[in-house]
């Protein structure tokens, strides 16, 4: 079963998300950040999948921030980490999940 998230051209049609392990954010809406992470992470859990990559990119580090805000709040997750050169470097940060 695929979780789902609203598109970003009409909020009101959900668009099914694959559950990977990754997590790529640039189709989304900050806004919609506080309830698809925590939702995202808990599908990976429930899936045996315990190390998430979040590809937020690296821009102004505003989403970033978002995002390492929002991990660190998770009582799911254990740790988390940026990017190695392999993983997307700071553009992306590497999750450890309960």
């Known amino acids: 079963m695929n979780r789902s998230?609203?598109?970003p051209e009409?909020?009101?049609t959900p668009v099914a998300l694959p559950i990977t392990g990754e997590l790529d954010l640039h189709t989304f809406r900050p806004g919609d950040l506080g309830v698809l992470i925590p939702a995202y992470l808990d599908e990976c859990a429930a899936r045996g999948i315990h190390t998430v990559r979040i590809v937020h990119g690296?821009?102004?580090?505003?989403?970033?921030?978002?995002v390492h805000a929002l991990l660190r709040r998770s009582p799911r997750v254990v740790s988390f980490r940026s990017g190695d050169e392999t993983s997307g470097s700071w553009g992306a940060t590497i999750a450890t999940i309960r």
């Open 10 to 12: 009409n909020p009101e």
């Open 5 to 7: 998230a609203t598109s």
């Open 58 to 66: 690296k821009g102004t580090g505003t989403l970033r921030t978002t």
